[in-house]
């Protein structure tokens, strides 16, 4: 660890951030633990794509098993739902229930900020979510069977409007076949409590979440943890926990607050390849990402790609096309490898594509160089 003592902390710097970073999050090594304890380890997994979670698990769990997820989600002992910074995310099911009621009022202001609230001016939203809980309780539904069946009770307003107030305002989980591996389905919801059998926390801790967050996201400033949850109030959340953490610097002199027993990872441990699924929340959950992203590259050059660490850092990006019986995967470099790591990318990229695209009866990797 290089750390240099200041006012406030001893100085951590980017490098040891990095590798911190790496350690907590399970992509230093391969480890051999539960799909849905690492899940909850990581305090949930961005899912808008339904395979996601399972390249992101695959990157950190050795022999990972994807039929395990799978059987956690269709036995409800996993969700996917609105969750951090209202998009949908695999959670496990005890999360969901402890979190939604910290996290609804960020799903709030999502809604309000969506195009779909001034179509609903006037109409008395109570009522629609009253309605919308009740037709989902009843059976799973799809967003357009949502706004279909809420139409005769509001004929004079846009129906996925309605349906988008219930997706926003109601704690909806997808139910399986979606999100299962190897299978596709629609995006069919109903309520997390319907579906769990279980109500949600009637007392949920801002606390605890801010503490799962520092101990596999940490060191991290208050602005880091607004990024990552969006939630709101949060600098009186970290001063009431201080007591409870040690404090650091980073080199730009901003005060990172961290668990009491979070490690710190010696900025000299090699970082092997690894190839992450796309909108990774490696890579979405701090203010300052220079600890995760090499320089001369932004998030918004990752849009739909998944990215890759070279050293460390993210400094490539993949994607898969599929032609018949087909898999291509090329890795868009953003900065120049060595022919050790170019080889290393090859091989962690052939064993991505095998996960991935078991079926198919040709594979191949390209490495291509970003054009400027």
């Not at 200041?6 to 710097?13: E, K, Q, T």
């Not at 991290?220 to 990024?227: E, G, L």
């Not at 929340?281 to 849009?303: G, M």
Request: hydrophobic share 45%; no cysteine; net charge neutral.
């Amino acid at each position: 660890m290089t750390a240099t003592r200041a006012s406030g902390g001893p100085v951590l710097s980017r490098r040891t951030l990095n590798r911190t970073l790496l350690a907590r999050q399970l992509l230093l090594e391969r480890v051999r633990r539960p799909a849905l304890e690492v899940v909850e380890h990581l305090v949930g997994m961005q899912a808008q794509e339904p395979p996601d979670p399972y390249v992101g698990l695959w990157t950190r769990i050795e022999a990972f098993d994807p039929l395990e997820l799978s059987r956690s989600i269709e036995e409800r002992q996993a969700v996917r739902m609105g969750h951090l910074r209202g998009t949908l995310h695999l959670i496990t099911a005890r999360d969901a229930l402890a979190q939604y009621p910290i996290l609804a009022d960020v799903m709030a202001r999502s809604w309000r900020s969506s195009p779909f609230v001034k179509r609903l001016v006037g109409v008395d939203m109570d009522a629609v979510l009253t309605r919308a809980r009740e037709l989902l309780e009843a059976r799973p539904m799809t967003p357009s069977e949502v706004g279909a069946a809420l139409s005769p009770g509001w004929p004079d307003r846009d129906a996925p409007s309605l349906a988008y107030a219930a997706r926003f305002l109601l704690p909806l989980v997808q139910v399986p076949p979606r999100a299962l591996w190897g299978r596709t389905g629609r995006p069919t919801n109903t309520t997390a409590e319907a579906w769990l059998g279980a109500s949600m926390s009637a007392e949920p801790s801002i606390d605890d979440l801010v503490l799962r967050y520092l101990a596999v996201f940490g060191p991290a400033t208050v602005s880091d943890i607004r990024i990552w949850s969006w939630l709101t109030g949060l600098r009186e959340v970290v001063d009431r926990l201080r007591p409870r953490l040690r404090t650091f610097r980073d080199e730009a002199g901003r005060e990172l607050f961290d668990v009491e027993d979070g490690l710190i990872a010696d900025e000299g441990l090699p970082a092997p390849i690894r190839f992450l699924p796309q909108y990774d929340n490696v890579f979405l959950s701090h203010d300052d990402r220079s600890r995760i992203l090499v320089d001369d590259v932004t998030i918004e050059e990752l849009a739909w790609k998944g990215g890759v660490l070279i050293d460390g850092y993210l400094s490539a990006a993949w994607r898969i096309r599929r032609d018949k019986q087909a898999a291509t995967m090329t890795v868009t470099l953003y900065v120049p490898a060595t022919g050790e790591q170019r080889a290393e990318i090859e091989a962690e990229g052939e064993r991505l594509l095998g996960f991935v695209a078991a079926d198919a009866e040709k594979r191949e990797i390209q490495l291509v160089e970003r054009s400027r």
